[in-house]
């Protein structure tokens, strides 16, 4: 006598591998959200190579980068927009803001990479002429 297999679709005990009968264990609930800034990189996932700065440390970092360049203090205003960056590094404002700087303290080649790195993450951004 022929012996019947089940239908495909109904797997039978023997054919289900094991772990597929394990039971599940329940998972985590999801992380909240990360704040995003300037649509581009979040502020809040952690990664042992990345800082994490509250959305309200990083817009003093910017304050104080801003202020630095104001008052004449490049060399500062550099080490925060790097601080900056490196939370956010898709934003095109801080490259063309260090740019700037990089312009006042005559390093030009760095200025240029980044007047380039603003450019390709905004090419409408108005205050990057890249000649």
Known sequence: ME???PPA???TPASTPARSRRRREPESPPAPAPI???????IGRRSPDEPVLS??????KVR???QACHDGDFHTAIVLYN??????????????????AYMKIQQYD???????KARLLNPKWPKVEVY
Not at 36 to 42: I, R
């Open 3 to 5: 012996q019947q297999l």
């Open 9 to 11: 679709s109904e797997p």
């Open 36 to 42: 995003s800034l300037f649509g581009a990189k979040t």
């Open 55 to 60: 959305k309200a440390e990083f817009v003093e």
């Open 64 to 66: 104080q980068s801003n």
């Open 83 to 100: 601080e900056a960056l490196a939370v956010d590094p898709q934003n095109c404002i801080l490259y063309s803001n260090r740019s700037a």
């Open 110 to 116: 760095k200025a240029l990479d980044d007047a380039i």
